[in-house]
Structure formats: C-alpha cells, structure tokens
C-alpha cells in the first residue's frame, strides 16, 4: 500500500516562502501515480492547491495561488514538492498530499491515498 509523508510546514512570515515534500513509499513505482496537494484552513473546508500528472510533464492550480506556488516531482526520489513563494495570511492550512493511480492531472476529493498533513502558517 502507497504511504505519503509530508514535511518541509511550519511558521512563515508574509512574503516568505517554504517548500513542502511528499515523500512516498510502499506502493508502485513512483511514475504511477497522479499526486495533488490539499489543504484545509481554520473554520473551512478542504480544497485542491495543485496536481501534477505521472510524468511531471502536466499541472493545474488553483486560482488563488497561481504564479506563487509551483508544483514538481522527482520520481527517482519518490518525492513532490510544493514549492510556496510569496506566502499570505490566507494561505495558513494543513498541507496534504494526495495520490491516486491513473492519468491526467485532476487530483479530485476523492483520492485513493492521503497523508497526515503538515501545518503552514502564515503570521506576522
């Protein structure tokens, strides 16, 4: 069974930036699967940062966070990243990683494996 691992969360300024890992292991091999990152603020619900296809070669992001985040993978690594630049109060979460088998770059709610999440937070 596939495990995620996040790391790379914690306590940023305004302006900041941080980059997040997702490690994997004891699944396939890493270019099978389609990898998104989530995240959940306070008092909201969970929602899609970005995807990124089994070769690295396609991604989608959300609005909110287009031309500040940049989503890679290095599947010789069994590693994603999120790489998070110009950080806002609103962009405080818990950070998931998310992984399902298959194509594309559509990373839905409904993925087949999840990490237990990494605390970013955004504060002055």
């Known amino acids: 069974q596939l495990q995620l691992v996040e790391s790379g969360g914690g306590l940023v300024q305004p302006g900041g930036s941080l980059r997040l890992s997702c490690a994997a292991s004891?699944?396939?091999?890493?270019?099978?699967?389609?990898i998104g990152w989530f995240r959940q603020a306070p008092g909201k619900e969970r929602e899609g940062v970005s995807c990124?296809?089994?070769?690295?070669?396609?991604?989608n992001y959300a609005d909110s966070v287009k031309g500040r985040f940049t989503i890679s993978r290095d599947n010789a690594k069994n590693t994603v990243y999120l790489q998070m630049n110009s950080l806002k109060p609103e962009d405080t979460a818990v950070y998931y990683c998310?992984?399902?088998?298959?194509?594309?770059?559509?990373?839905?709610?409904?993925?087949?494996?999840w990490g237990k999440g990494t605390l970013v937070t955004v504060s002055s």
């Open positions: 998310a992984a399902r088998p298959g194509n594309g770059n559509r990373c839905p709610y409904g993925m087949d494996y």
């Open positions: 004891g699944g396939l091999t890493s270019d099978y699967y389609v």
């Open positions: 990124i296809s089994r070769s690295g070669g396609s991604t």
